[in-house]
């Protein structure tokens, strides 16, 4: 099994900053890929960024240019580095780690708060 822990989640003013950080503990499968979601108030959840083990990036278009996505492999760890934040960015953020081998699995992290208002 996988467990996923977010942390880095508060309260900001628009134009502010926030980095997230969630890290996965287990037997996490060597080829992955690992996100961030969010989901705010009567909103599907959605795709904000994913790197996959490779290096390889994806970012939701209302986040480009704003957010960057890293990982420290060794650690297990992924970050989201959020810039220039927006009102409407205002959700709950969802550490996501997709498994493709050895084994494979799609697990959750428990969410963070991020709240972006003045």
């Known amino acids: 099994q996988v467990q996923l822990v977010e942390s880095g989640g508060g309260l900001v003013q628009p134009g502010g900053s926030l980095r997230l950080s969630c890290v996965a503990s287990?037997?996490?499968?060597?080829?992955?890929?690992m996100g961030w979601y969010r989901q705010a108030p009567g909103k599907e959840r959605e795709l904000v960024a994913a790197?996959?083990?490779?290096?390889?990036?994806n970012y939701a278009d209302s986040v480009k240019g704003r957010f960057t996505i890293s990982r420290d492999n060794a650690k297990n760890t992924v970050y989201l580095q959020m810039n220039s934040l927006k009102p409407e960015d205002t959700a709950v953020y969802y550490c996501?780690?997709?498994?493709?081998?050895?084994?494979?699995?799609?697990?959750w992290g428990q969410g963070t708060q991020v709240t972006v208002s003045s």
């Open positions: 996501n780690l997709q498994a493709y081998w050895p084994a494979v699995g799609d697990y």
């Open positions: 287990g037997r996490v499968a060597s080829i992955n890929v």
């Open positions: 790197l996959n083990s490779g290096g390889s990036t």
